[in-house]
């Protein structure tokens, strides 16, 4: 190191702390803020003069308690990913934390912090593994709950036969059920399932408009539907039956939401979105996911308590809901190397759910028969 100094001018620590994109906390004893830089400033939404001198607790409100309690011990080594907190009075964010304690200085840690960038958001390995015990169930039980379910329905049906008229309805309540849950059992199948069905190019406009008929023959009650499609966009390339079942699965959930609303809208965008990209997994160059589909509803938004686990099995704020629509939707875009996203956007009203797809190896193409109105907005 001294030979370098020698070599060159080298910049003093203080100057590359504070070039850093990464918030950077210098923590006194007892977790009070020393000194930030202006990445900290940024995140923290105060200047250093407001900050320093705060207890970190009355700055960051971490959801999980126990990560103060952690940080308390001056001598560890803390990381952690994508946790819930809270900073002033804005609403909950997701942050990465790491904590050090300073060599040569007791009590003395430096902490830094950043948000999750979109990437880490969208790709969700970690969820993934997390799942993995929960989702491999079905491939052990299937068979064994399949049977007796069968043998269960073929029995209401032959007792319905030789009950009276005003007794039978209970039996076919009892047939009705097993259907019930052998569909459930089927959609944790469609979870479970390692098999990745192929990926072909495919027309999102001519996926969107089909999963637009399934909803509007299902009725949708005075909801009105939006499209605002871009004709320039190439196809993607996906599997057209598990795109439709994707879109199907978004689209009925914001037509729920969204039912009780003033005007209930439901907006169907399709657009061209740079930057998105996934690394790692085997690939030797970054798989771009340019193209995005929006389902947009002006619904009240999502519960908060369900809005960090929205993609996890069993996770649902309905009441009749078995909360494995959305986990559905995010395996079945994993598949296809796609990457769904929500977010709530406050000063419009609405949430906006969004695919990330990458193009087909085809190349651009621009998609036929789709008609503009006279503002430009596909109708």
Same mark, same amino acid.
């Given at each position: ?8 001018? !080298?910049?003093?620590? #203080?100057?590359l ?20 830089n ?11 003069r ?25 001598e560890?080594? $803390? ?8 900073? =002033? ?6 942050l /990465?934390?790491a $904590?050090?304690?300073?060599? =040569? ?8 912090? /950043?948000?999750?960038?979109? !990437? ?15 989702? @491999?169930?079905p491939? $052990?039980?299937?068979?064994? $709950? ?11 049906q ?29 959609q944790? +199948? ?15 406009h ?6 637009r ?5 299902s ?7 939006? *499209? *605002?499609?871009? &004709?320039?966009? &190439?196809?993607?390339m %996906? /599997?057209?039956?598990?795109?439709? +079942?994707?879109l ?14 003033? @005007?209930?809208?439901?907006?169907? @965008? ?15 160059? &970054? !798989?771009?996911?340019p ?6 509803? /002006? =619904? ?6 369900? @809005?960090?686990?929205?993609y *996890? ?8 809901? +078995?909360? !494995?629509?959305?986990?559905?939707v ?19 009203? +609405? ?8 193009? %087909? ?6 998609l036929? #028969? ?10």
């Amino acid at each position: 190191m001294s030979f370098l100094r020698q070599a060159v001018d !080298l910049p003093d620590s #203080d100057r590359l702390i504070a070039s850093l994109p990464q918030a950077v906390v210098l923590l006194r004893p007892g977790l009070k803020i020393a000194s930030v830089n202006a990445a900290a400033e940024q995140l923290l939404g105060q200047g250093a003069r407001r900050l320093t001198g705060k207890a970190l607790s009355a700055v960051i409100e971490f959801a999980e308690t126990r990560i103060i309690d952690m940080m308390a011990d001056s001598e560890v080594q $803390i990381s952690a990913r994508d946790i819930a907190a809270k900073i =002033g009075k804005t609403d909950a964010a997701r942050l /990465n934390l790491a $904590i050090a304690p300073v060599a =040569g200085y007791p009590g003395w840690q430096v902490l830094t912090l /950043n948000a999750p960038t979109e !990437l880490e958001a969208l790709d969700g390995v970690s969820d993934a593994e997390r799942e993995n015990s929960v989702l @491999r169930a079905p491939e $052990i039980l299937a068979h064994e $709950i399949k049977n007796p379910l069968a043998g269960i329905r073929g029995a209401a049906q032959l007792i319905a036969r030789k009950l009276r008229a005003k007794d039978r309805p209970l039996a076919i309540l009892i047939a009705e059920e097993v259907d019930r849950i052998a569909h459930l059992i089927d959609q944790m +199948q469609s979870l479970s399932s390692r098999t990745r069905e192929p990926a072909v190019p495919v027309n999102l406009h001519v996926a969107v408009r089909r999963a637009r008929a399934v909803i509007e023959a299902s009725g949708i009650e005075g909801v009105v539907l939006v *499209e *605002e499609f871009d &004709p320039s966009l &190439p196809e993607v390339m %996906a /599997n057209s039956d598990a795109l439709m +079942q994707v879109l199907i699965n978004l689209m009925t959930n914001a037509v729920e939401a969204c039912r009780n609303a003033d @005007r209930p809208t439901v907006r169907l @965008r399709t657009r061209f979105a740079s930057g998105i990209a996934l690394h790692g997994h085997g690939r030797q160059s &970054p !798989l771009r996911l340019p193209i995005e589909i929006m389902v947009s509803d /002006n =619904g009240p938004g999502i519960d908060p308590l369900v @809005r960090d686990h929205l993609y *996890e099995p069993f996770v649902t704020s309905k009441k009749s809901g +078995q909360g !494995l629509g959305l986990a559905l939707v995010r395996k079945l875009l994993r598949d296809m190397d796609g990457r769904i996203s929500h977010d709530r956007d406050k000063f419009a009203g +609405q949430t906006n759910f969004r695919i990330h797809l990458p193009v %087909a190896d085809t190349g651009a193409r621009t998609l036929p #028969d789709v008609g503009t109105d006279d503002r430009g907005v596909i109708s």
